[in-house]
């Protein structure tokens, strides 16, 4: 096929390959020897520059210099010579100095009348490309003067096989780098033109398995990618008239299914717990009233205390109904929160001096040791309701030394509320039942003081509402329930 692709990524590698090893070919040819010269150059000025600081510093004649000077001249086949301003030569690497004062000087004075290239001058050297007209090759030669008046010679090869092996190589690793991070850049953007296609039908075959049918292909008709995304576009065409109706049909019956089923469990639940709530006290009206009307005692003590145990139980009535009311808001989510800032130690207070008729009748002692305001963000009147909640319960079921202990405590930007009452641990695997509607750790007790089961199921719909966590903890002495608010200071 013209619009193979296969012909196409076949040509477009081929002229990549051949391109990179053309343009490698060029860069070597013509920029390598400049290159080569440019670094030796740059050797020779490394090392006069060390040779200068060292003899400034008076460290010239040391022997630790002398060593590391030496290893440098060696693995840079640098020769190197330093005169005095009166001719005597103070160090050279050469054991025959005079010979090689003498082939410096035949360099020096010999290139000013050959092509001598001057590769740089300053004020404290010049470098050149000299020609050794007896040894018939070329050196790069650093004449210069050192800070404290003498003067230094260096010389190097240009011809050394090795090091321009080595020079090559490592000048050929750097054009190689750039070639390759070219050619992958022009790579790149050429194959992704290519690519772009079989990506798209990667994506809406992925789309399809999720029985996702919007996406098409957009077909030119060009190539074998071109005629496959057209029958793909056919395939899905198909499958989404055939699916998309049962799809529907199914998921709704799936939704119908599981309404039916919760609204069933929660009629159910909720009409067992409610009758089972409701019928004591309706008894209890019901016999103590027949008892009014039947005069089984005449006397006024008698009638009142009836009337007594009868308004009891329709107040107990009442705050299950309200109680009820308030936690179906909560959870369908009627219930609008409301979050402000204020002082949860302020707010504590308040609600310890409300109960305290409460724990004087019960012989319990309270402590609360926080005094400095501590700011949260949350609804205040619920909040209100979850330490209520949790303050009645530890009074109720405070037992051995009848003690209540509230905590606050802040880590980061959690505040905790904490209160502890000493007493009977909840059984384990009792614990995670605590939170449900109805539910009563001990009936009998619950049932002594008016409880009906609701009003933890309150405190997990409010906290659930703010979106923060609470808890209760086990100890051998008692009992902690915990809150948590948001105590970020703005």
Not at 32 to 45: A, N, R, V, W
Not at 72 to 83: E, K
Not at 274 to 303: F, M, W
Request: aromatic share 8%; with cysteine; hydrophobic share 40%.
């Amino acid at each position: 096929m013209k619009h193979s692709i296969t012909r196409k990524i076949t040509t477009i590698m081929i002229a990549i390959v051949a391109g990179t090893v053309l343009l490698c070919w060029f860069i070597n040819t013509t920029l390598l020897e400049d290159y080569y010269i440019s670094y030796k150059k740059d050797i020779l000025i490394d090392t006069f520059k060390t040779v200068d600081e060292a003899y400034a510093n008076g460290n010239g004649n040391t022997e630790d210099f002398e060593i590391e000077l030496e290893k440098q001249c060696a693995n840079s086949n640098i020769t190197l010579m330093v005169i005095s301003s009166d001719g005597t030569i103070i160090q050279s690497n050469v054991s025959n100095k005079d010979m090689l004062l003498e082939q410096f000087l035949d360099i020096m004075f010999s290139a000013k009348s050959q092509d001598a290239v001057i590769v740089e001058n300053t004020k404290d050297y010049l470098v050149e490309k000299t020609p050794d007209t007896r040894l018939k090759s070329d050196y790069l030669v650093l004449c210069g003067t050192l800070q404290n008046g003498n003067q230094i010679l260096l010389r190097t090869a240009l011809e050394s096989i090795k090091e321009s092996v080595q020079i090559a190589n490592r000048f050929l690793a750097y054009v190689g780098i750039l070639s390759v991070i070219v050619c992958a850049v022009i790579l790149y953007f050429v194959t992704r033109k290519i690519t772009n296609p079989i990506l798209q039908l990667a994506e809406i075959s992925k789309r399809m398995t999720n029985l996702d049918f919007d996406a098409k292909f957009e077909s030119k008709g060009e190539n074998e990618i071109d005629f496959l995304g057209e029958h793909m576009n056919q395939m899905s065409e198909t499958l989404e008239h055939t699916i998309s109706e049962l799809k529907s049909a199914n998921n709704q019956l799936k939704i119908d299914i599981e309404k039916k089923e919760q609204i069933d469990e929660m009629r159910k639940e909720f009409i067992s717990n409610v009758s089972h709530e409701l019928k004591t006290p309706i008894a209890l009206i019901q016999g103590y009233a027949e008892g009014l009307q039947e005069c089984i005692n005449d006397d006024a003590e008698s009638r009142e205390f009836y009337c007594d145990v009868i308004m009891d139980e329709a107040d107990k009535m009442n705050r299950m109904v309200k109680n009820l009311l308030t936690l179906n808001q909560l959870e369908s989510g009627n219930e609008q929160v409301v979050f402000e800032r204020f002082d949860i130690v302020e707010l504590i207070q308040g609600v310890i001096n409300a109960t305290a008729i409460l724990r004087e009748q019960e012989g319990i002692t309270l402590t609360f040791e926080q005094k400095e305001p501590m700011y949260v963000w949350a609804d205040e009147f619920k909040t209100e309701q979850v330490l209520t909640n949790y303050i009645s319960n530890a009074i109720h079921y405070a037992a051995n030394e009848k003690r209540i202990n509230i905590t606050v405590t802040k880590k980061d930007d959690i505040v905790r509320i904490g209160v502890f009452n000493s007493g009977n641990p909840i059984p384990e695997p009792e614990v995670e039942h605590i939170w449900e509607k109805f539910y009563k750790v001990d009936k009998a007790r619950t049932r002594e003081y008016g409880g009906n089961g609701i009003g933890l199921s309150i405190v997990k719909a409010i906290m659930d509402s703010f979106h923060r966590e609470c808890g209760v903890n086990n100890y051998e002495n008692g009992v902690e329930f915990w809150f948590e608010l948001d105590g970020k200071s703005s």
